[in-house]
C-alpha cells in the first residue's frame, strides 16, 4: 500500500536505491585497485619535513565484508519491501506479522479459554484462574473508563452495585461488552414546559429518592412529572427493557443535585460504550462477563 | 644467544635499533636517505609467539590467582542456598538472586555501584602498581594460560612447538593438534556452559546437557561464550591485549612517576654482553645483563623489556622470575629486571622511600572515593526495605463523589516482596485531614512475589473543601507485618510512596 500519490515516486525511489548499490560497488572496484605512487610504498607526498603517508591497499577482510553488505542488501530487498512499492517476494506486512502474532497467541490460549467456555459464570466466579484472566482483561480494557476497582465515576457506570439499565445478568454484561452500548434521553424541556417548569420536576424527582430538594417546587413539578413517566414510569421506578433508570434509588450516574438534573432534563444525554467485539474474543469476553458479574455478587473486590 | 628474529612490530619513530628489511614484505626498494626513517607496513601477519616457560615468585602468584578466579568461576554455580541455586540470575521470572538476597530489576542501582566500584579499584591499583591486574587477574590472561598450558602439555616446550611447527605434517604433528584443539574446544564448552549455569540452574542444565536438551538460547549462548573463550584464549591471545583491550592504551593516563612498573635497570646492567661466570663484569666493562634474550623469550606479548615500558607490557612479570633465575645462576644480586618506579630509577630511592611514595595525594584522593562509594554500597544494601512499592493512580477516572459527599480516589499499588518468606502487608495513607482508606484489603504476598493491589482513597467533604480543586500531594505508607500478627501495630520497616489526590472542581 503506497503512501504516494503518484506511482513516479516509487520508481523515483527504487532507482536511488539501486542506483545507489551499484554506486557503492563501482567504487569498491575502483578504489581496490593498487595504484603504485611512489617506490617507497608511500603516496610520494612530504609534510613538515619527514611526514609521509603510506599507500597501502584496501584490507582483504574489510573488501569481502563490504561485497557481502552489498549481496546482502540485493537479497533484502528482494525478499523484503523496500524498492518503491514492491512488495518483496516474500510478501510480508507489519500488519500481517502482527495478525500472525495475534493468531499465536489465540492458538496458544486456546486450550485455556475451551475450558471457561463451557463453564457457566456462576463456576467462572470460584475458578481462580478464570478470575485472574478476568481482572487483567478489565483492568487492561475496561479500568479506563470503569476504574481500577469498577466503581465508576461520572457517566461511567458503577459496575458493582445491582442497578443495570437494559437487563442484567452475565449474557447481558457479555452483550454489551461484545456490541457496546448506547444510552439515549432525548431533550424534554420542551415536553415539560418553561424553565420554571422544569426546576419543579427537577425538585419532584429529588424528592422521589429522598434527597433534599425544595417541597414546594417538588409539588408543583409533580404533574409535570407525567412526561418523564412515559419511560421512566409513573413511579418513577424505571424501566429495564427501555433502559430509562430508577430514579427513586441513590444512584446519580450523570450527577447529582438540581442542576445536575435540569441539565439532563434541557439537554438530553447520549451515553456511548464501544464495542469490543473486534478487540477481545468470544471467549475472551465471555470469561470478563462472568467477572464484571461475580464484581456484583460479592461486596468486596478481592485483593489478587 | 640473542634472537635472530624479533617478533614486534614498533613504530620506526620510537625504534632505538634497526628493523631488519625481512619484516617489510611490501616495501618496494628501501634506499639511500629514507633508511633512517623506515616505512613500516601495518600489514603484518601475526607472528606467532612462543613463549618459553617460566617458573619463579610472580609466576606462583599468577598460577594461585588463576586457581582462584577459576574455582570461584566454575564452582559458584554449584553452591545451594534454601533450596535453590545460590547465585541465580533468573531472567525469566526477574529476580536476581544472590545468597539470601533477592534482588528485582529495581535494584540494578547496586550493579552501577559494583561496577563504579570495580572502576576506581582499577584507577587505584594501577596508580599504586601499574597493570596488575592485567598480567595476573585478567580473564583474557588467565584463560591464555590455561591454554598455552595445555599446549605445552601437549605439544611440548618452547622448541618442541617450533620445530613442530616448522615441520611437515606427520601423523604425530597430526594427532597432537587435534588433541590440542579438543581440548581446547572442551574447557571452551565448559565455559560457555558455566556461564549460563549463572542463568539457568546449572544443575537442570547438566541433565538438559547429556540429552543435548538445551533451549535455542541455551544453546546460542553455550556456543557463543564458549567459541569467544576458544577463540581468544586459542588464537588470539596476545592481539586482544595488543589490538582490542584499551586498557593498554590509557595506561599512560594512569600511570605517573611513583608507580611501580616492571623495569629494566639500564644504569645496573647496560653495556650487556656474554662473559664467562667466574669474570668480574666490573672489570671487563660490561653490565649485569648477560644478554641471554630470556627475558624476550618468555614474553607472552613478545616485546624486549629492555627498551622500557611498552604498551604492550601487560604486565606479567614472567621478564622478572627468568632474570631473576639467570642471576642466581651467575651469582649476581636478583632485581636486574625489577618492580620499580620511574622515579626510583632515576632518583635510585630505596625501598622504603618508594613506599612512602605510594601514600601520594592521587592514591589517597582514589582511596577515600572508593572508601566511601564501598560503605554507601554495603550501607545502602543493608538499609534496603525488604520490599518495594509502587503506586499507580487511576488516570481516567480522576475522582469520584460518594456516600455523604466524601471524594473518593482509586489506586492501583503494585507490592513487591523482595525476602524468601510470604508476607502481609498493611497499607495506610496521609497528606489531607480525615483521608483514609474505605477499606484495608488484607494483602498477602508469597516469597519473591508481586502483587497489584487495587485501593480506594477517601477524603470528607469538608476536608476536601477546604484544600480545593485540583491535586494534592499524599503519601501511602505500606508496612511489613510478620505472618499472624493481625492485631500487632506494625514493627516492621515501611515504605512511604507519594502520589496525588485529586479534588474535581
Known sequence: ?304 | MSESQEPTVKPAASSTTALPSALLPDAKGLVGDDAAVAMVSLFQKQQKIYARAVSGLFSTWRWSLVWATQLLFYGLPWLEWNQRQAVLFDLDTRRFYIGPLVLYPQDFIFLTGILIIAAYALFLFTAVAGRVWCGFACPQTVYTEIFMWVEKKIEGDRIARMKLDSGDWTLNKLWRKTAKQGVWLLIGLWTGFTFVGYFTPIKSLAAAAVSFGFGPWEWFWVLFYGLATYGNAGFLREQVCKYMCPYARFQSAMFDKDTLIISYDVERGEPRGSRSRKADPAKIGLGDCINCGLCVQVCPTGIDIRNGLQYECIGCAACIDVCDSVMDKMNYPKGLIRYDTQNGLAQHLTRSQRLARIFRPRVLVYSVILGAIVAGFFISLAMRHPFKVDVVRDRASLARLVDDGQIENVYRLQIMNATEQPHRYQVSVQGLPGIRLATQPDIRIGPAEATWVTVNVRVPPESAQQAGPGAHTIHFDIALRAEGDASKDTAGSVASEKSTFVVPR
Not at chain 1, 110 to 115: D, E, G, I, L, T
Not at chain 1, 165 to 182: C, H, L, V
Not at chain 1, 278 to 299: D, F, K, M
Open chain 1, 1 to 304: 500500500m503506497s503512501d504516494f500519490v503518484n506511482s513516479g515516486w516509487a520508481l523515483y525511489v527504487a532507482g536511488i536505491t539501486i542506483a545507489g548499490l551499484l554506486f557503492c560497488v563501482f567504487i569498491l572496484v575502483v578504489a581496490s585497485k593498487r595504484q603504485v605512487m611512489a617506490s617507497d610504498n608511500t603516496t610520494g607526498h612530504i609534510w613538515d619535513e619527514d611526514l609521509k603517508e603510506m599507500n597501502n591497499p584496501l584490507p582483504r577482510w574489510w573488501m569481502w565484508l563490504f561485497v557481502i553488505t552489498v549481496v546482502f542488501a540485493a537479497i533484502y530487498l528482494a525478499l523484503y519491501p523496500g524498492l518503491g512499492t514492491n512488495p518483496g517476494t516474500l510478501k510480508w506486512t507489519s500488519t500481517g506479522q502482527w495478525q500472525a502474532e495475534q493468531d499465536k497467541a489465540h492458538a496458544t490460549m486456546a486450550p485455556v479459554y475451551a475450558k471457561f467456555t463451557a463453564m457457566p459464570a456462576a463456576a467462572l466466579a470460584k475458578d481462580a484462574q478464570a478470575m485472574g484472566i478476568g481482572e487483567r482483561l478489565f483492568i487492561n480494557n475496561c479500568a479506563q473508563c470503569h476504574g481500577s476497582d469498577a466503581r465508576g465515576s461520572k457517566g461511567f457506570p458503577n459496575l458493582t452495585d445491582s442497578d443495570w439499565q437494559g437487563g442484567s445478568g452475565p449474557e447481558y454484561i457479555a452483550k454489551t461488552i461484545t456490541g457496546g452500548r448506547m444510552g439515549v434521553m432525548p431533550p424534554m424541556a420542551a415536553a415539560v414546559g418553561t424553565p420554571e417548569d422544569v426546576k419543579n420536576v427537577a425538585n419532584y424527582v429529588l424528592s422521589l429518592s429522598g434527597s433534599a430538594h425544595n417541597n414546594l417546587a417538588a409539588e408543583l413539578g409533580k404533574p409535570k412529572f407525567a412526561t418523564c413517566g412515559a419511560c421512566h414510569g409513573a413511579d418513577g421506578k424505571g424501566n429495564q427493557a427501555l433502559g430509562a433508570p430508577n430514579l427513586t434509588d441513590k444512584v446519580w450516574l450523570h450527577g447529582w443535585g438540581e442542576s445536575a438534573i435540569v441539565a439532563m432534563v434541557n439537554g438530553g444525554k447520549t451515553n456511548v460504550m464501544p464495542a469490543f467485539d473486534g478487540r477481545l474474543s468470544p471467549e475472551q469476553i465471555h470469561v470478563l462477563a462472568a467477572y464484571v458479574w461475580n464484581l456484583s455478587q460479592t461486596v468486596a473486590v478481592a485483593a489478587k
